[in-house]
């Protein structure tokens, strides 16, 4: 009976020991070219922008995402949906005045996730998550950034690549 109490004990030390040391990689991408129209505030990939956005979906192969949010615009949804339906997930929509709030981090603790913005949004997130002004907003016309930011426990580690298309 001693035996069992010590291994409940240790087994439980070992599920809290492995929830707090649990990593969060979060994957940040700007939505894909987009057609340019002064009056449309709303506008739709153009056939470059759809064409990155399988791309993306390509580059993420080998990712077991868990998640994936969008803010709600169809250009951000349209450049998160591929990779979204070729891993089988729902695409969640974000407040993009408030994406990285205590809800969202507790919601994806332990997490892969992807999350499609804006060229200032997306920086402004990254930033928040690593605590720095680090990266600036995106040119209107660089469509390749991608960051992945890792936070296990107090440890925070960031990377900015530049996924050519």
Do not use: C
Request: overall charge positive; aromatic content about 10%; hydrophobic content about 35%.
């Amino acid at each position: 009976m001693r035996k069992i109490v010590l291994l409940i004990i240790f087994l439980g030390s070992v599920a809290l020991y492995s929830q707090e040391n649990m990593t969060t990689t979060y994957y940040f991408i700007r939505h894909a070219e987009k057609v340019l129209k002064p009056s449309e505030n709303n506008p739709e990939l153009t056939k470059k922008g759809k064409k990155r956005a399988e791309n993306w979906s390509n580059v993420f192969k080998h990712v077991k995402f868990d998640m994936v949010f969008s803010s709600n615009f169809k250009r951000t949804i349209a450049t998160a949906s591929p990779t979204a339906k070729s891993k089988g997930l729902k695409i969640q929509l974000y407040d993009a005045k408030n994406a990285i709030n205590k809800k969202f981090l507790e919601n994806t603790k332990g997490k892969t996730v992807l999350i499609v913005g804006h060229s200032n949004t997306i920086p402004n997130y990254v930033n928040k998550l690593i605590g720095k002004k680090k990266y600036l907003d995106i040119s209107d016309s660089n469509n390749s950034n991608l960051y992945i930011v890792t936070v296990n426990n107090k440890t925070v580690n960031n990377i900015l690549l530049k996924i050519p298309f």
